[in-house]
């Protein structure tokens, strides 16, 4: 499988800007379907973003749409997360999880996932 690692994270305040970095190792990157999550203490954990392993088609909550960009480098074995115009509430661990073949509605869901990074701390103040 996939072995995942998350950079990036960082504090900053309101309305500012910061990009999460995924790079994968081990496996065949360009096979998986990427994810980002996020869990903020006492909560469940929660997708965020999603990119296909084939046509990279976006998928996105409605709290980060028009806020955040998901993108991938298949030949760098990378994917992206821009976060723009951050709020507190954003303020969470983030997770990059990998799920082969993976595509469409069922990327939102986190059990679907086969490998996931150890997480990066965004925290975002007011």
């Known amino acids: 499988q996939v072995q995942l690692a998350e950079s990036g994270g960082g504090l900053v305040q309101a309305g500012g800007s910061l990009t999460l970095s995924c790079a994968a190792s081990?496996?065949?990157?360009?096979?998986?379907?990427m994810g980002w999550f996020r869990q903020a203490p006492g909560k469940e954990r929660e997708f965020v973003a999603a990119i296909t392993w084939n046509r990279g088609t976006t998928y996105y909550a409605d709290f980060v749409k028009g806020r955040f960009i998901i993108s991938r480098d298949n030949a760098k074995n990378t994917v992206s997360l821009q976060m723009n115009s951050l709020k507190p509430e954003d303020t969470a661990v983030y997770y990059c999880?990998?799920?082969?073949w993976g595509y469409g509605l069922r990327l939102q869901i986190p059990g679907e996932y086969d490998s996931w990074g150890q997480g990066t701390q965004v925290t975002v103040s007011s």
């Open positions: 081990r496996g065949t990157f360009n096979n998986y379907a």
């Open positions: 999880a990998a799920d082969r």
